[in-house]
């Protein structure tokens, strides 16, 4: 049995559909792409980014290996990164000679 912790994590987890009316459409979207994420990415997600789990936690709860915790988390970086690419900050420009 994994012993949850009970410190508070460093971003309050967002509850599904909960986006605000105040937040930027940024935070909407991210938002809003974390909510589309397959159900078990969901999860893994949750409990190692948001939690704050390590991933042998996070996989005893989930009851699944580890490895199986860190493909969900990848899975997770690519469908996030294609939902989103268009937030990728472009690259700084270059200072002239």
Known sequence: ??????????????????????????IQRILEAIERLPEDVHEAFNLVRIQGMTQPQAAEVLGVSTKTVQRRLNQCVVFLSAQLRDLNPSPPAQAPD
């Open 1 to 26: 049995m994994v012993e949850l912790n009970d410190r508070q994590p460093a971003v309050p987890a967002p509850t599904r559909g909960t986006a605000s009316s105040d937040d930027s459409p940024n």
